[in-house]
Protein backbone atom coordinates (compact mmCIF):
# COMPACT_ATOMS: atom_id res chain seq x y z
CA UNK A 1 0.00 0.00 0.00
CA UNK A 2 1.29 3.70 -0.55
CA UNK A 3 1.73 5.73 2.47
CA UNK A 4 0.45 8.78 0.43
CA UNK A 5 -3.02 8.47 -0.95
CA UNK A 6 -2.90 9.04 -5.19
CA UNK A 7 -6.08 10.02 -6.38
CA UNK A 8 -7.13 9.49 -9.85
CA UNK A 9 -10.65 10.08 -9.74
CA UNK A 10 -10.91 13.24 -12.11
CA UNK A 11 -8.44 16.46 -12.44
CA UNK A 12 -10.22 18.19 -9.94
CA UNK A 13 -8.90 16.24 -7.05
CA UNK A 14 -5.50 18.68 -6.78
CA UNK A 15 -4.89 21.11 -4.01
CA UNK A 16 -4.16 24.87 -4.62
CA UNK A 17 -0.23 25.35 -4.96
CA UNK A 18 1.28 27.14 -2.76
CA UNK A 19 2.63 29.66 -4.82
CA UNK A 20 -1.58 30.17 -5.87
CA UNK A 21 -2.45 29.85 -2.49
CA UNK A 22 0.00 33.38 -1.88
CA UNK A 23 -1.25 35.11 -5.24
CA UNK A 24 -4.68 34.42 -4.17
CA UNK A 25 -3.93 35.68 -0.18
CA UNK A 26 -2.48 39.15 -2.48
CA UNK A 27 -5.31 39.15 -4.45
CA UNK A 28 -6.05 43.03 -5.06
CA UNK A 29 -10.21 42.65 -4.36
CA UNK A 30 -13.35 44.67 -5.22
CA UNK A 31 -17.18 44.47 -5.81
CA UNK A 32 -17.27 42.05 -8.82
CA UNK A 33 -21.18 42.66 -9.25
CA UNK A 34 -20.39 46.20 -9.79
CA UNK A 35 -17.04 46.01 -12.23
CA UNK A 36 -14.89 46.57 -9.44
CA UNK A 37 -12.92 43.44 -8.75
CA UNK A 38 -9.84 44.50 -10.71
CA UNK A 39 -8.26 41.06 -10.51
CA UNK A 40 -11.83 39.48 -11.99
CA UNK A 41 -11.64 42.15 -14.12
CA UNK A 42 -8.01 41.76 -15.37
CA UNK A 43 -8.89 37.70 -15.81
CA UNK A 44 -12.27 38.75 -18.18
CA UNK A 45 -9.52 40.99 -20.24
CA UNK A 46 -6.91 37.97 -20.08
CA UNK A 47 -9.42 35.63 -21.12
CA UNK A 48 -10.72 37.62 -23.57
CA UNK A 49 -7.16 38.30 -25.50
CA UNK A 50 -6.79 34.23 -25.13
CA UNK A 51 -9.72 33.26 -26.57
CA UNK A 52 -10.65 36.44 -28.95
CA UNK A 53 -13.53 37.34 -27.91
CA UNK A 54 -15.39 40.44 -27.01
CA UNK A 55 -16.02 39.98 -23.49
CA UNK A 56 -16.36 37.57 -20.59
CA UNK A 57 -18.27 36.60 -17.18
CA UNK A 58 -16.11 34.33 -14.67
CA UNK A 59 -18.53 32.11 -12.64
CA UNK A 60 -18.37 30.00 -9.94
CA UNK A 61 -18.47 26.59 -12.26
CA UNK A 62 -18.30 25.13 -15.46
CA UNK A 63 -21.51 23.62 -14.72
CA UNK A 64 -22.78 27.06 -14.34
CA UNK A 65 -21.15 28.54 -17.53
CA UNK A 66 -23.36 25.88 -19.92
CA UNK A 67 -26.28 26.62 -17.67
CA UNK A 68 -26.54 29.91 -18.07
CA UNK A 69 -25.02 29.69 -21.81
CA UNK A 70 -28.10 27.56 -23.03
CA UNK A 71 -30.28 30.27 -20.93
CA UNK A 72 -29.52 32.72 -23.50
CA UNK A 73 -29.13 30.47 -26.81
CA UNK A 74 -32.40 28.81 -26.27
CA UNK A 75 -36.32 29.31 -25.73
CA UNK A 76 -37.89 26.52 -24.08
CA UNK A 77 -38.82 23.84 -26.14
CA UNK A 78 -36.19 24.38 -28.09
CA UNK A 79 -33.21 21.62 -29.05
CA UNK A 80 -29.66 21.42 -28.52
CA UNK A 81 -28.01 19.09 -30.76
CA UNK A 82 -24.71 17.71 -29.39
CA UNK A 83 -22.92 13.91 -28.30
CA UNK A 84 -25.09 11.10 -26.35
CA UNK A 85 -22.76 11.41 -23.52
CA UNK A 86 -21.90 15.00 -23.38
CA UNK A 87 -21.78 16.37 -20.14
CA UNK A 88 -24.68 18.69 -20.18
CA UNK A 89 -26.91 15.51 -20.72
CA UNK A 90 -25.03 13.17 -18.14
CA UNK A 91 -23.92 15.26 -15.25
CA UNK A 92 -25.34 18.62 -14.54
CA UNK A 93 -28.48 17.06 -13.10
CA UNK A 94 -30.83 17.75 -15.88
CA UNK A 95 -30.70 21.77 -15.57
CA UNK A 96 -31.07 22.46 -19.42
CA UNK A 97 -34.56 21.15 -19.04
CA UNK A 98 -35.52 22.75 -15.45
CA UNK A 99 -33.20 26.06 -16.51
CA UNK A 100 -33.96 26.30 -19.74
CA UNK A 101 -37.09 23.87 -20.94
CA UNK A 102 -35.08 22.73 -23.89
CA UNK A 103 -34.47 19.09 -25.17
CA UNK A 104 -31.98 17.24 -26.78
CA UNK A 105 -31.13 15.46 -30.08
CA UNK A 106 -28.32 13.15 -28.99
CA UNK A 107 -25.64 12.11 -31.32
CA UNK A 108 -23.68 8.94 -31.55
CA UNK A 109 -20.21 9.30 -33.45
CA UNK A 110 -17.22 7.98 -32.40
CA UNK A 111 -15.19 9.09 -28.55
CA UNK A 112 -17.85 11.93 -28.40
CA UNK A 113 -17.20 14.05 -31.40
CA UNK A 114 -19.31 14.40 -34.31
CA UNK A 115 -19.57 15.32 -38.03
CA UNK A 116 -21.28 18.85 -39.86
CA UNK A 117 -23.24 16.29 -42.12
CA UNK A 118 -24.93 14.68 -38.60
CA UNK A 119 -26.06 18.03 -37.95
CA UNK A 120 -27.29 18.56 -41.11
CA UNK A 121 -29.41 15.50 -40.47
CA UNK A 122 -30.53 16.15 -37.17
CA UNK A 123 -31.60 19.37 -37.64
CA UNK A 124 -35.54 19.87 -37.65
CA UNK A 125 -37.30 21.81 -40.24
CA UNK A 126 -38.50 24.92 -38.97
CA UNK A 127 -41.66 24.65 -40.69
CA UNK A 128 -42.96 21.97 -39.24
CA UNK A 129 -44.40 22.70 -36.07
CA UNK A 130 -44.78 18.99 -34.70
CA UNK A 131 -41.07 19.48 -34.19
CA UNK A 132 -38.88 20.98 -31.54
CA UNK A 133 -37.23 24.06 -32.85
CA UNK A 134 -33.24 23.24 -33.38
CA UNK A 135 -31.34 26.28 -31.80
CA UNK A 136 -27.81 25.34 -30.51
CA UNK A 137 -25.28 22.73 -31.56
CA UNK A 138 -22.37 21.56 -28.62
CA UNK A 139 -18.97 20.25 -28.96
CA UNK A 140 -17.20 19.33 -25.91
CA UNK A 141 -13.61 20.03 -25.96
CA UNK A 142 -11.75 17.48 -24.84
CA UNK A 143 -14.89 15.27 -24.51
CA UNK A 144 -14.78 14.32 -20.88
CA UNK A 145 -17.24 10.18 -21.98
CA UNK A 146 -15.09 10.44 -25.23
CA UNK A 147 -11.48 9.21 -23.30
CA UNK A 148 -10.48 13.13 -23.39
CA UNK A 149 -10.33 12.60 -26.84
CA UNK A 150 -9.45 16.06 -28.82
CA UNK A 151 -11.88 17.63 -31.51
CA UNK A 152 -9.49 18.55 -34.58
CA UNK A 153 -9.88 22.14 -35.48
CA UNK A 154 -11.08 21.00 -38.89
CA UNK A 155 -13.86 19.06 -37.42
CA UNK A 156 -15.36 21.89 -35.60
CA UNK A 157 -14.96 24.04 -38.37
CA UNK A 158 -17.31 21.43 -40.07
CA UNK A 159 -19.65 21.44 -37.22
CA UNK A 160 -19.78 25.20 -37.09
CA UNK A 161 -20.26 26.05 -41.22
CA UNK A 162 -23.22 23.18 -41.13
CA UNK A 163 -24.49 24.84 -37.84
CA UNK A 164 -24.13 28.16 -39.61
CA UNK A 165 -25.83 26.92 -42.59
CA UNK A 166 -28.93 26.00 -40.22
CA UNK A 167 -28.65 29.48 -37.94
CA UNK A 168 -28.25 27.87 -35.05
CA UNK A 169 -25.32 29.04 -32.77
CA UNK A 170 -22.64 26.72 -31.54
CA UNK A 171 -21.34 26.46 -27.92
CA UNK A 172 -17.81 24.65 -26.77
CA UNK A 173 -17.99 23.44 -23.29
CA UNK A 174 -14.35 24.01 -22.97
CA UNK A 175 -13.61 22.59 -20.03
CA UNK A 176 -10.35 20.96 -20.54
CA UNK A 177 -9.95 23.13 -23.90
CA UNK A 178 -6.74 23.90 -22.21
CA UNK A 179 -5.53 19.99 -23.08
CA UNK A 180 -6.87 20.50 -26.41
CA UNK A 181 -4.62 23.26 -27.08
CA UNK A 182 -1.26 21.33 -25.23
CA UNK A 183 -1.95 17.94 -27.04
CA UNK A 184 -2.41 18.64 -30.61
CA UNK A 185 -0.63 22.80 -30.80
CA UNK A 186 -3.40 24.81 -31.89
CA UNK A 187 -4.36 27.87 -30.22
CA UNK A 188 -7.43 28.06 -27.90
CA UNK A 189 -8.60 31.17 -30.32
CA UNK A 190 -8.29 29.11 -33.20
CA UNK A 191 -10.46 26.78 -31.40
CA UNK A 192 -12.09 29.37 -30.13
CA UNK A 193 -12.96 31.62 -33.66
CA UNK A 194 -15.79 28.87 -35.11
CA UNK A 195 -17.46 28.97 -31.77
CA UNK A 196 -20.15 31.50 -30.83
CA UNK A 197 -19.32 31.11 -27.31
CA UNK A 198 -17.26 28.98 -24.97
CA UNK A 199 -16.12 28.63 -21.63
CA UNK A 200 -13.23 26.91 -19.95
CA UNK A 201 -12.46 25.80 -16.55
CA UNK A 202 -9.97 26.70 -14.17
CA UNK A 203 -10.53 23.67 -11.77
CA UNK A 204 -10.02 20.45 -14.09
CA UNK A 205 -6.50 20.83 -15.46
CA UNK A 206 -5.21 23.91 -14.49
CA UNK A 207 -5.50 23.47 -10.92
CA UNK A 208 -7.45 26.16 -9.48
CA UNK A 209 -9.62 25.73 -6.37
CA UNK A 210 -13.14 27.58 -7.71
CA UNK A 211 -14.01 29.03 -10.83
CA UNK A 212 -14.76 29.20 -14.92
CA UNK A 213 -15.14 31.94 -17.65
CA UNK A 214 -18.10 32.38 -19.94
CA UNK A 215 -17.09 33.87 -23.15
CA UNK A 216 -19.15 35.13 -26.47
CA UNK A 217 -20.01 38.76 -28.17
CA UNK A 218 -20.81 41.67 -26.06
CA UNK A 219 -24.55 41.47 -26.28
CA UNK A 220 -24.23 37.51 -25.31
CA UNK A 221 -22.28 38.37 -22.12
CA UNK A 222 -24.61 41.11 -21.39
CA UNK A 223 -27.85 38.60 -21.15
CA UNK A 224 -25.54 36.17 -19.29
CA UNK A 225 -25.37 38.55 -16.42
CA UNK A 226 -29.13 38.68 -16.32
CA UNK A 227 -29.28 35.14 -15.88
CA UNK A 228 -25.92 34.53 -13.46
CA UNK A 229 -27.82 36.98 -11.22
CA UNK A 230 -30.75 35.20 -11.43
CA UNK A 231 -29.17 32.43 -10.32
CA UNK A 232 -27.34 33.20 -7.68
CA UNK A 233 -23.88 33.39 -9.29
CA UNK A 234 -23.23 36.62 -9.12
CA UNK A 235 -19.98 37.35 -6.13
CA UNK A 236 -18.61 39.67 -4.25
CA UNK A 237 -14.80 39.83 -3.65
CA UNK A 238 -14.38 37.07 -5.86
CA UNK A 239 -10.77 38.41 -6.80
CA UNK A 240 -9.53 35.73 -4.35
CA UNK A 241 -10.60 32.70 -6.35
CA UNK A 242 -9.91 34.68 -9.96
CA UNK A 243 -6.56 35.63 -8.78
CA UNK A 244 -6.15 31.58 -8.42
CA UNK A 245 -7.09 31.19 -11.62
CA UNK A 246 -4.61 33.52 -13.28
CA UNK A 247 -2.09 31.78 -11.85
CA UNK A 248 -2.79 28.68 -12.97
CA UNK A 249 -3.25 30.15 -16.57
CA UNK A 250 0.20 31.53 -16.16
CA UNK A 251 1.98 28.50 -14.56
CA UNK A 252 -0.05 25.95 -14.97
CA UNK A 253 -0.99 25.41 -18.90
CA UNK A 254 2.02 24.23 -20.58
CA UNK A 255 2.58 21.65 -17.71
CA UNK A 256 -0.57 19.65 -18.64
CA UNK A 257 1.88 18.38 -21.08
CA UNK A 258 3.17 16.39 -18.31
CA UNK A 259 -0.36 14.77 -17.56
CA UNK A 260 -0.39 13.92 -20.82
CA UNK A 261 2.60 11.82 -20.62
CA UNK A 262 1.86 9.95 -17.24
CA UNK A 263 -1.58 8.83 -18.93
CA UNK A 264 0.45 7.40 -21.41
CA UNK A 265 2.60 6.17 -19.40
CA UNK A 266 -0.25 4.85 -17.22
CA UNK A 267 -2.61 3.81 -19.91
CA UNK A 268 0.83 1.54 -21.60
CA UNK A 269 1.02 -0.15 -18.11
CA UNK A 270 -2.47 -0.96 -17.41
CA UNK A 271 -2.55 -2.11 -21.13
CA UNK A 272 -0.08 -5.18 -20.16
CA UNK A 273 -2.03 -5.71 -16.79
CA UNK A 274 -3.65 -9.07 -16.90
CA UNK A 275 -7.86 -8.06 -16.21
CA UNK A 276 -7.74 -4.91 -18.30
CA UNK A 277 -9.04 -4.05 -21.20
CA UNK A 278 -7.72 -0.92 -22.75
CA UNK A 279 -6.55 -0.03 -26.12
CA UNK A 280 -3.62 2.20 -24.77
CA UNK A 281 -3.65 4.07 -28.43
CA UNK A 282 -6.56 5.91 -27.71
CA UNK A 283 -4.97 8.06 -25.03
CA UNK A 284 -5.05 11.84 -26.52
CA UNK A 285 -4.94 13.71 -22.77
CA UNK A 286 -5.10 12.99 -19.27
CA UNK A 287 -8.67 10.72 -19.37
CA UNK A 288 -8.37 7.12 -19.35
CA UNK A 289 -11.39 4.57 -19.47
CA UNK A 290 -10.33 0.70 -19.14
CA UNK A 291 -12.86 -1.93 -18.49
CA UNK A 292 -12.74 -4.77 -15.90
CA UNK A 293 -12.42 -8.14 -18.12
CA UNK A 294 -11.01 -10.36 -15.10
CA UNK A 295 -13.93 -13.17 -14.37
CA UNK A 296 -16.02 -12.45 -11.56
CA UNK A 297 -14.37 -8.72 -11.06
CA UNK A 298 -16.76 -5.50 -11.67
CA UNK A 299 -15.87 -1.45 -11.62
CA UNK A 300 -16.90 -1.07 -8.33
CA UNK A 301 -15.10 -4.26 -6.75
CA UNK A 302 -11.75 -3.09 -8.38
CA UNK A 303 -12.17 0.41 -7.25
CA UNK A 304 -12.47 -0.94 -3.27
CA UNK A 305 -9.60 -3.01 -4.16
CA UNK A 306 -7.71 -0.17 -5.32
CA UNK A 307 -8.83 2.35 -2.35
CA UNK A 308 -7.31 -0.35 -0.05
CA UNK A 309 -4.24 0.09 -1.73
CA UNK A 310 -4.65 3.93 -0.94
CA UNK A 311 -5.27 4.43 -4.60
CA UNK A 312 -8.23 6.19 -6.01
CA UNK A 313 -10.22 5.35 -9.22
CA UNK A 314 -13.91 5.89 -10.56
CA UNK A 315 -16.12 3.29 -11.33
CA UNK A 316 -18.44 4.24 -14.05
CA UNK A 317 -20.26 1.78 -15.05
CA UNK A 318 -20.82 -2.04 -14.00
CA UNK A 319 -17.47 -2.94 -16.12
CA UNK A 320 -15.83 0.29 -16.61
CA UNK A 321 -13.14 2.55 -15.17
CA UNK A 322 -12.28 6.03 -15.33
CA UNK A 323 -8.75 7.51 -14.55
CA UNK A 324 -7.27 11.23 -14.58
CA UNK A 325 -4.29 12.50 -14.10
CA UNK A 326 -3.23 15.96 -13.08
CA UNK A 327 -1.23 18.59 -11.36
CA UNK A 328 -0.73 16.42 -7.90
CA UNK A 329 -0.05 13.61 -9.76
CA UNK A 330 3.84 12.30 -10.25
CA UNK A 331 5.62 10.06 -12.65
CA UNK A 332 6.74 7.95 -9.26
CA UNK A 333 2.83 8.27 -8.32
CA UNK A 334 1.75 6.67 -12.02
CA UNK A 335 3.88 3.88 -11.19
CA UNK A 336 3.52 3.39 -7.44
CA UNK A 337 -0.11 3.02 -8.67
CA UNK A 338 0.50 0.67 -11.84
CA UNK A 339 2.19 -1.89 -8.84
CA UNK A 340 -0.94 -1.32 -7.16
CA UNK A 341 -3.23 -2.36 -9.80
CA UNK A 342 -0.71 -5.73 -10.41
CA UNK A 343 -1.09 -6.48 -6.43
CA UNK A 344 -4.81 -5.50 -6.62
CA UNK A 345 -5.19 -8.14 -9.64
CA UNK A 346 -3.08 -10.35 -9.08
C1 LIG B 1 -16.19 19.11 -15.16
C2 LIG B 1 -16.94 19.34 -16.42
C3 LIG B 1 -17.97 20.28 -16.48
C4 LIG B 1 -18.48 21.02 -15.27
O1 LIG B 1 -17.52 21.81 -14.67
P1 LIG B 1 -17.64 22.15 -13.10
O2 LIG B 1 -16.66 23.26 -12.94
O3 LIG B 1 -17.26 20.89 -12.38
O4 LIG B 1 -19.05 22.56 -12.83
C5 LIG B 1 -18.59 20.47 -17.69
N1 LIG B 1 -18.21 19.81 -18.79
C6 LIG B 1 -17.22 18.90 -18.76
C7 LIG B 1 -16.84 18.20 -20.02
C8 LIG B 1 -16.56 18.61 -17.58
O5 LIG B 1 -15.61 17.68 -17.56
Same mark, same amino acid.
Given at each position: ??? +???????????????????????????????????????? +???????????????????????????????????????????????????????? #????? =????????????????????????????? #??????????? +????????????????????????????????????????????????????????????????????????????? =???? +???????? #??????????????????????????????????????????????????????????????????????????????????? #??????????????????????????????
Amino acid at each position: MQN +RFIDLYSDTKSKPTPGMRKAMAEAEVGDEQKFEDPTVNRL +RETVCTLLGKEDAVFLPSGTMCNQIAIRVHCRPGEEIICDKQAHIITSEGGGPGAN #SGVVF =HPLDGPRGTFSGAMVDAAVKDPANRYAPR #SRLVEVEQTSN +RGGGAVWQLAAIEDVAAAARRHGLALHMDGARLPNACVASGVAAASFAAPCDTLWLDFTKGLGAPVGAILAGPKDFI =HEAW +RVKQQLGG #SMRQSGIIAAGALHALAHHWDRLAEDHDNARRLAAGLAEIKGIGLDPAGIETNIIYFNVTKPGWTAPRLMQAMKAENVGIGAF #SQSMIRVVTHLDITREDIDAALAAFRRALA
